[in-house]
C-alpha cells in the first residue's frame, strides 16, 4: 500500500519523528508505540497528508492514494450541537456524495451496517448530547466505518474508555483488515493489549524506529 523511506515527521521543518523507512501491505494491523513526544501523533497525521514530512518521502502502491479514514486524539465535536448519532455517522458518506442530496438505500445500509458493528442501532436517533465518553468514541469510529476507506488512522483510540467498547472497537478492527483494510492505530505501551490484537508493531525510540515483523 505504501512505502516510507528514511521519512521524518514534524512541524515547521522541526524533527519529532526519529526517521522511519519500511512497507505498509494491504491488510495490515499496525501498532505505533514509544515513549510520549516521540511523535506517533505527528507520523499519523503525515500519513494522512494533514502534515508534510520534514525530510525523506511517503510513496503509495501503483493504486495511488487510498481513500483514508482518520479519527484524531481529540474529538473536535460541540456535544451540544442539535445532531443525533445516525447524523454524525452518515457524515462518513459525504465524500462521496452531493451534500444536497439526500442518502439513498445502499448509503443508509452502509450507516447501519457501521452502527451495527459498534453496537449503537440503540441509540441511533438520540442527540449527541445524552451519550457517555465510551458511545461518543464508538460513533466517531462508526462514522469512520462508513467512509468505507482502505486505509484507517487511528490515534490513541482506546484511551479514557471502558474495556466493553475497547472489545468492540478492536473486534470491529480485525473485521476490517480480513476485509483487506490497513489499520494503523498509536497507542500507549501496553504491552499486553498490543500482544494480544496487533500482530505487527513499530517501535519510535529516540534514534530509530524498529518494526517487529516485515510488514
Known amino acids: 500500500m505504501m512505502t516510507l523511506y ?6 515547521c521543518g522541526r524533527n519529532v519523528s526519529p526517521s522511519v523507512s519500511g512497507r505498509i501491505k494491504y491488510g495490515s494491523m499496525i501498532a505505533i508505540i514509544g ?31 487510498p481513500r483514508m479514514g482518520y479519527l484524531p486524539q ?21 465524500p462521496r456524495i452531493n451534500l444536497l442530496k439526500r442518502l439513498n438505500q445502499h448509503q443508509r445500509a452502509v450507516i447501519w451496517r457501521a452502527l451495527g458493528q459498534v453496537k449503537l442501532l440503540n441509540v441511533l436517533n ?40 475497547c472489545k468492540i472497537m478492536i473486534r470491529a478492527v480485525n473485521l476490517l483488515c480480513r476485509r483487506g483494510c490497513t489499520v494503523i492505530a ?5 504491552n499486553e493489549f498490543i500482544t494480544e490484537y496487533f500482530p505487527n508493531t513499530l517501535l519510535l525510540t ?9 510488514i
Open 126 to 165: 438520540q442527540y449527541i448530547e445524552t451519550l457517555s465518553g465510551g458511545q461518543v468514541q464508538r460513533m466517531l469510529f462508526a462514522r469512520i466505518l462508513a467512509q468505507q476507506a482502505s486505509l484507517i488512522l487511528l490515534d490513541e483510540p482506546f484511551q479514557g474508555i471502558d474495556i466493553n467498547t
Open 35 to 65: 515513549p510520549n513526544g516521540i511523535g506517533k501523533s505527528t507520523l499519523l497525521k503525515t500519513l494522512a497528508g494533514l502534515l508534510p514530512p520534514v525530510s525523506g518521502r511517503l510513496e503509495f502502491g501503483k493504486k495511488g492514494r
Open 6 to 11: 528514511n521519512l521524518i515527521a514534524g512541524y
Open 186 to 190: 498509536a497507542l500507549h505501551n501496553n
Open 74 to 94: 481529540n474529538r473536535n465535536i460541540d456535544p451540544y450541537f442539535p445532531l443525533t448519532v445516525f447524523d454524525v455517522v452518515s457524515m462518513g458518506c459525504w
Open 206 to 214: 529516540c534514534s530509530r524506529s524498529i518494526w517487529n515483523s516485515s
